[in-house]
Structure formats: structure tokens, C-alpha cells
């Protein structure tokens, strides 16, 4: 094979040259990624190298030697940068495969028809020294779009916490939510995931772009998951569907028109994730929908003096007398203080419910009767639900049923009358 392309080297350099440009203009004609990205000149000078390349590589291979594979990774390299589909790439070597064997055959032809036999064990060498060229640009090719992609997501990530984070102007705040395609006024909201959600993995598909409901752009953080969705015309309340099969506890802030104000938004969400509590299992917490337990949320030191003022007496009671006021007091507020449909929820008598409140008037001081007694237990049934942990004397008791969040209804077994 070695001296047969010697013999034949000063036709098949001619060939190689009319075979560059032809592939060159076939490419650019058939190839909208080409034509839109490429000149030809320098599309023709990369073929006519690859070509070249590949036949020296047969070359090599006679001799028993690897092919020369620098040149096809740069060619890989080079390609991927200027973002020409891989698909395109590799279907111009397979096109200059069949270009390059037209050249050698006729080469050897013109030379001496009776070598052509001698040729054709050639044919599976030229093939492979094109595979091993297109699969090392390919390799190329995939380590710069991966490094892209990585730079991509380190850029996205620093856009999105200058955003989120704050203390930036707002026009650099408007710059970078247009670096991240985002409009510079628009329907934005905030989400937070509790920790315990999932990894990216996790988070609902195509949640960067679907057609179907909010783009949400996710921050993602070893200590939970923050997505920026912008709703365009679909209203706040669409993120409980796009929230919903994660099954995770996450907490939403109301819309928002500006990218300025996502930093404010950002601890609006986080408030309302902090007014659903863990032991209420998975749910997506608007802060529209939470404003009094946010009240008490937002101030922590507060709301344990509240909850000690108001509920003391409560707390003090046997784990099991406490837990069943607190349950009762929580039904009859999600009930908008109807007794009758309270007794219906916790499966016991009205009177039994009316006994049971009695007993948390005596105890409290505060009467149901006055709407701002209403308000003080209620806001401070709300910092029972949001105490972060369970004293260990009534660990068992509330794991075994925690208080009735206000604001649901769960049925229980008839707790003691």
C-alpha cells in the first residue's frame, strides 16, 4: 500500500485538492450549520487537511505505526467552539471518506489499472484510520462542549446569586436576568425547596423552558433549591403543579415586576417555606395564603414570647390533655369557628368541643367570643406548628398525632371527651 501511493502521491495530491473543494461546496450547500457558520476557505482548508491526514495514515498503518490523530482533535475542538452540530461533523468525514477512496481508486487507475486488486485491502484500512480521526474529533468535540457546559453553569449560577443574593444595583440586576433570558419587566416569584428535597436530579423536567407552564431557572445549593419562574401569563398558583410530584415542602413569594426585586422576593419565599412546618408533610406554602403565620414566622424571638404568654397554661398539661386542646383549638379555627363542623372532623360530640374550648378559655384567659383573643390564639397556635423541634417529654405524644394544622382538616381517631 506504501508504494502504491508513493507511485500515485503527485496524482492523488491533485485529486485530493479537487475532492477538498467539491466536499467544501457540497457542505455548504447541504449543511444549513455550515453555511450559517463557516467560510469556505477555511472549511476547504480543514478538509483539504483532513484528507491529507487520513492518507497518511494509511501510510503509517503500512508501516505498522498509530495514525497521527493531533490534527483531527483540533478539527473536533475547533468545531465545537464555533458551534457546528457534532452530527454535521462527523457526517463531513464520512463524506470525505467516500471522496477520498473515489480519489484513490482513480489515482491508481490512471497509473496502473492492474494495481486496482492490489488496492482494495486497502479500503478497510482508509476506514479505519477514518473512524479513529472522527472518533478522536468526537472525543474533541464532547471534553470542550462539557467544559462549556460547566462554565455555562458556573456563569448561570453567578447570575442567578447576583440576583437572588442581592446587593447589587438594579441595572445590574435588569443585566443579568437578561443574560439569563429573562425580560427586563415581568411576572416574576421566587420558590425555595426545604432542604430535604431532592438534588437537581429531582427538580420537574423541562422546568428550564416547558411550553406548558412558568420557565423556572434553579439555583441549586447543598442546603436546598431556590428557582427564579418567570410566569409570564400563567398565574402564581401554577407552581403548585409544577411543585407538586416532587412531594417536598417548599415555600413561594408573591409575583414580582422587576429583576431588582427578586432579592426581596427570595426572603419572601423563604418566610412562607419557614410557615409549613416539616411534621405537615409536602406542600407548597404561597405567602399570600400564610400572611398571619408569617407574622410569626418572620420573628422567632416573638413568637416563642407569644406562644408562652398565650399558650402557656396549655403547654404546661400533660402531653396527651395538651396535644388534645391544641388539636381541638386548631379544627375549630380551620372550621371559621363553627363547632358543629369541628365535632364532624374530630369525630366526637359537639359538646365534647365546646367542653374542650371552655377548658382553653379557663386555661388562656382568652375568650372566643372577642375577635382579638381570636387572633392571639390563633397566631400563636400558628408558633406551635412552626416550633423547629419537639420537647423530648412529648416527642412520643406528637409523633403520634402533632396538633391539627389551622387552615386543614385531618381526620383522627376520637380523641378523649
Do not use: K
Not at 139 to 160: H, K, P, Q
Request: proline content about 8%; charged content about 25%.
Amino acid at each position: 500500500m506504501e508504494r502504491i501511493i508513493e507511485e500515485i502521491r503527485e496524482d492523488l495530491n491533485r485529486r485530493i485538492a479537487v475532492a477538498a473543494d467539491r466536499l467544501a461546496d457540497r457542505t455548504l450547500t447541504e449543511d444549513p450549520a455550515y453555511a450559517a457558520l463557516l467560510g469556505r476557505p477555511e472549511l476547504r482548508e480543514r478538509i483539504h487537511l483532513t484528507l491529507n491526514q487520513a492518507v497518511e495514515g494509511l501510510v503509517r498503518g503500512a508501516r505498522g505505526l498509530p495514525a497521527e490523530l493531533d490534527d483531527a482533535r483540533a478539527t473536533g475542538a475547533l468545531r465545537a467552539g464555533q458551534g457546528v452540530p457534532l452530527a454535521s461533523v462527523r457526517r463531513t468525514y464520512r463524506s470525505g471518506g467516500r471522496l477520498l477512496w473515489q480519489s484513490l481508486t482513480e489515482a491508481v487507475a490512471a497509473h496502473d489499472r492492474a494495481e486496482l486488486p492490489r488496492l482494495l485491502p486497502g479500503a478497510v484500512a482508509l476506514w479505519d484510520v477514518l473512524d479513529q480521526m472522527a472518533d478522536a474529533a468526537s472525543e474533541a468535540y464532547l471534553r470542550v462542549e462539557a467544559e462549556r457546559g460547566e462554565r455555562d453553569r458556573e456563569l448561570r449560577a453567578a447570575l442567578l446569586d447576583t440576583l437572588l443574593e442581592g446587593g447589587v444595583p438594579p441595572a445590574e440586576a435588569t443585566a443579568a436576568a437578561v443574560r439569563l433570558g429573562l425580560p427586563e419587566r415581568g411576572r416574576f416569584a421566587v420558590i425555595v425547596l426545604a432542604a430535604a428535597g431532592p438534588g437537581a436530579a429531582g427538580l420537574p423536567a423541562g422546568a428550564d423552558g416547558a411550553d406548558d407552564g412558568p420557565r423556572v431557572l434553579w439555583r441549586v445549593r447543598a442546603d436546598g433549591e431556590t428557582g427564579l419562574a418567570e410566569l409570564g401569563h400563567h398565574p402564581l398558583e401554577s407552581l403548585r403543579g409544577l411543585l407538586g410530584p416532587l412531594a417536598v415542602r417548599a415555600g413561594v413569594s408573591p409575583v414580582v415586576a422587576a429583576p431588582a426585586e427578586l432579592t426581596g422576593a427570595r426572603r419572601l419565599a423563604a418566610l412562607a417555606l419557614r410557615t409549613a412546618p416539616a411534621a405537615a408533610g409536602p406542600g407548597t406554602a404561597l405567602l399570600d395564603e400564610r400572611l398571619p403565620a408569617a407574622l410569626v414566622a418572620a420573628d422567632p424571638e416573638l413568637a416563642a414570647r407569644l406562644l408562652r404568654v398565650v399558650l402557656g397554661p396549655v403547654l404546661a398539661l400533660p402531653p396527651e390533655d395538651g396535644r388534645v386542646l391544641l388539636d381541638t383549638l386548631g379544627t375549630w379555627l380551620a372550621c371559621r369557628g363553627s363547632t358543629t363542623y369541628a365535632a364532624q372532623r374530630l369525630y366526637c360530640h359537639r359538646n365534647t368541643v365546646s367542653n374542650r374550648l371552655r377548658r382553653l378559655e379557663q386555661l388562656t384567659g382568652r375568650a372566643l367570643s372577642d375577635p382579638a383573643h381570636v387572633v392571639e390564639l390563633a397566631l400563636a397556635h400558628a408558633a406551635v406548628r412552626q416550633r423547629p423541634a419537639t420537647p423530648p417529654a412529648t416527642a412520643a405524644a406528637a409523633a403520634a398525632a402533632g396538633p391539627t394544622p389551622a387552615g386543614t382538616a385531618r381526620r383522627s381517631p376520637r380523641p378523649p371527651g
